[in-house]
């Protein structure tokens, strides 16, 4: 069945660091879109960051992380990577990874995607 699993959440202090995993499971043999979300209580999902499974190419963020997150994928062990680095407290969320239709367009819009992971928290605090 496939799958996504997100891990390498929990709290750090302002301006601290985190990498989240994504580790999926049969999405890697095709070309298609993988993202990371986040949802803040009360709040919409909304795109943080997102690379073709393929890697190699492009990758998209959004504004209020750009220069301080990367997204990263390792095709051979199926595995999509969250760097955050200098985190502030409007970085806490649930974060999810997700993946795309197979060669859609690549993009931040949550409805683009079609399969979720569960989530992991990161929680920054001052």
């Known amino acids: 069945q496939v799958q996504l699993v997100e891990s390498g959440g929990g709290s750090v202090q302002v301006g601290g660091s985190l990498t989240l995993s994504c580790a999926a499971s049969g999405y890697m043999d095709s070309r298609r879109c993988m993202g990371w979300f986040r949802q803040a209580p009360g709040k919409e999902r909304v795109g943080v960051a997102a690379?073709?499974?393929?890697?190699?190419?492009?990758?998209y963020y959004a504004d209020s992380v750009k220069g301080r997150f990367t997204i990263s994928i390792d095709s051979a062990k199926n595995m999509v990577y969250l760097q955050m680095h200098s985190l502030k407290p409007e970085d806490s969320a649930m974060y999810y990874c997700?993946?795309?239709?197979?060669?859609?367009?690549?993009?931040?819009?949550?409805?683009?995607?079609?399969?979720w992971g569960q989530g992991t928290q990161v929680t920054v605090s001052s």
């Open positions: 997700a993946a795309g239709y197979a060669l859609a367009a690549c993009t931040l819009s949550p409805g683009s995607f079609r399969t």
């Open positions: 690379i073709w499974s393929s890697g190699g190419g492009s990758t």
